[in-house]
């Protein structure tokens, strides 16, 4: 009996051994792309409601229930009541915040830096002025508002508030002439980069979350890029949208063509291949293929090494 027990003592640690070693040797990106799904359900941003119909599906919509069904079963969520809509665009946003926290920072043999990555929003103090080239608009801001002819005339069409920012802090110079000395007090007295000339940190990326893109407000994503390019002094930071839109159709509407957008990234992209494989839509799927064949759309665990580049 002893034996026996013993026995099973043994298999149960070796389970446990190899289940550990297998999380120790899983990539970063994959591991953070699960923590990411499983976020998105513990949440209740990715639910099924009593109906059947998922939090992200459009319930006038057949194909998008389908579509949307055949992930929220590869993620296994669960069924609860659909949350309000600000609340899981706000958690959207959280999360998406959270897997950049998550993984980003860590590719440092990539592009190194100090990097800060947080919601913007419309009530933290930091905006987007706060950086080095959008330090003007604070200026513009404070001209339209005290002169109403200006204001008129200008709109305020020049200030976004983009949903999550990566920024980086301005570099010292003793790390700057490590291991070679590069600048001393007569040369690089303008840099943006360089933390003795006194600057804003520097923006480098702006991500738009939109859970859905079923309403006027996901084509603010486009106001935010076409503003964050007409405004800018100096170098552009990466603008992206992430979201969990089903139907192909709606996310070409943003993501086909150029020169606003780098590009569009799904929260689950392998996912939904497979569920509009499975739907039986043709015509989706051409699409789907057209958009991520053109480089139009990726995957979110694609999203950290893009913006290495």
């Known amino acids: 009996m002893e034996t026996l027990f013993l026995l099973l003592l043994l298999k149960q640690l070796d389970l446990k051994s190899e289940r550990c070693l297998k999380k120790m040797n899983e990539a970063l990106l994959a591991a953070a792309r699960k923590k990411y799904h499983r976020s998105l359900l513990e949440n209740g941003v990715l639910t099924v409601d009593a109906k059947g ?6 319930s006038s ?5 389908r579509i949307a069904k055949g992930i929220a079963d590869s993620l296994m969520a669960e069924t609860h009541e659909k949350a309000v809509g600000q609340t899981s665009g706000a958690k959207f946003e959280q999360l998406n915040m959270q897997f950049l ?12 830096g100090s990097w800060h990555i947080i919601k913007l929003g419309n ?11 959008y330090e003007h ?22 200030m976004v508030a983009p949903d999550v920012v990566i920024y980086r802090d301005l570099v010292p110079d003793s790390e700057i002439n490590s291991p070679v000395v590069i600048v001393d007090d007569t040369v690089s007295k303008m840099a943006d980069i360089r933390q003795k000339n006194g600057g804003l940190p520097i923006l480098h990326a702006s991500i738009s979350a939109k859970w859905t893109m079923r309403s006027d407000r996901a ?18 930071p990466h603008i992206v949208v992430v979201t969990g839109e089903p139907l192909p159709g709606r996310l070409a509407s943003l993501a086909l063509g150029t020169g606003d957008i780098d590009c569009m990234y799904h929260f689950a ?20 293929n057209v958009l991520i064949d053109g480089k139009r759309l990726k995957d979110i665990s694609d999203l950290p090494l893009d913006l290495t580049v």
Do not use: C, W
């Open 53 to 58: 119909i998922p939090s992200n599906a459009d």
């Open 101 to 112: 926290t998550d993984t980003f920072p860590k590719l440092q043999g990539l592009r190194p």
């Open 61 to 65: 919509s057949k194909l998008s229930i």
């Open 219 to 236: 084509q603010n994503s486009r106001t935010e890029a076409l503003g964050l390019i007409r405004n800018r002094k100096g170098h552009l």
């Open 137 to 158: 608009l604070e200026y513009l801001n404070q001209l339209t508002e005290a002169d109403a002819k200006l204001a008129a005339s200008m709109g305020n069409d020049y």
């Open 269 to 288: 992209l392998y996912e939904l291949i497979d569920a509009v494989k499975s739907a039986g839509a043709e015509d989706s799927l051409e699409m789907l």
């Open 123 to 133: 009530r933290n103090s930091i905006k987007t002025s706060s950086f080095a080239q």
